[in-house]
């Protein structure tokens, strides 16, 4: 990979790149009546596992810590349960609120940016599936006002303790929320695997 086309770099030539390695050098006369001119170009790839992509897993690990609000059944106010989804909407804002150097000029959704989108888009479904969650099963709880103790004996069988070792109605929450970052990381997937061949054949 360091060698092509009569080219050879150096093996501590990918040393200044950084993030980056060289996949091939190929070089070409730009226009063939000039001798003089000629043009190197070198070929790079970012590693799969470099940096960035760790910040794309530890926002996936964010949004599913998130998920652990639907455990929370201890207490009957909103708030109990909020506070776990606040905490990590406010943490994925910080995490995300700057670009890293390679796309902050980038004019359009890069996958890092799309992956972020995802997350808060999960972070967000989970804090209303709390309040349904407070709102439908809060009355079970004796300091409970009189108006969610009515809405929980109409779904009583909803807050009944379910195979996830909460409630069903959480326990269908979870259900839909893994089946949601599922189908949203299958369709992520094949978006950069046709996007990164789109790019490879234009070389």
Same mark, same amino acid.
């Given at each position: 990979?360091l #060698?092509? &086309? ?14 980056f ?8 006369h =730009?226009?063939?009546?000039r ?10 790839? #970012? =590693?799969? $596992?470099? &940096? ?13 810590? +998130?998920a %652990?609000? $639907?455990?929370?059944?201890? +207490? ?14 406010? %943490?994925?804002?910080a ?11 980038? =004019?359009?959704?890069? $996958?890092h940016?799309?992956?972020?989108? @995802? ?5 967000t479904?989970? !804090?209303?599936?709390?309040v @349904?969650a407070?709102? %439908?099963?809060?009355?079970e ?7 969610m ?12 303790? !379910? ?5 069903k109605?959480?326990c269908?929450?979870l259900i ?6 599922l189908?949203? %990381? /299958? ?5 950069? /695997?046709?996007?990164? !061949? #789109? ?5």
């Open positions: 990979r #060698r092509g &086309s009569g080219h050879f770099a150096v093996p501590g030539a990918e040393d200044s790149l950084l993030e390695n060289i996949c091939g050098l190929t070089g070409y =730009p226009e063939p009546s001798g003089d001119i000629y043009e190197l170009s070198i070929l790079v790839k #970012r =590693p799969p $596992f470099a &940096s960035h992509f760790w910040d794309i897993v530890i926002m996936n690990l964010l949004a599913m810590l +998130a %652990t609000a $639907f455990w929370d059944t201890a +207490a009957p106010e909103l708030s109990s349960r909020m506070s776990i989804s606040l905490t990590i909407i406010l %943490t994925l804002a995490y995300t609120s700057s670009r890293p150097a390679p796309i902050e000029k980038a =004019p359009y959704v890069t $996958f940016d799309w992956c972020e989108q @995802v997350c808060m888009f999960l972070v479904g989970i !804090s209303l599936q709390n @349904v407070v709102v %439908t099963c809060g009355g709880h004796e300091e409970a006002p009189a108006h103790t009515a809405m929980f004996l109409q779904h009583e069988e909803a807050c009944s303790m !379910s195979w996830c070792w909460s409630r109605i959480d269908q929450g839909l929320l893994i089946a949601l970052w189908v949203l %990381t /299958v369709y992520s997937s094949v978006w950069l /695997v046709r996007t990164r !061949s #789109r790019a490879t054949r234009a070389l």
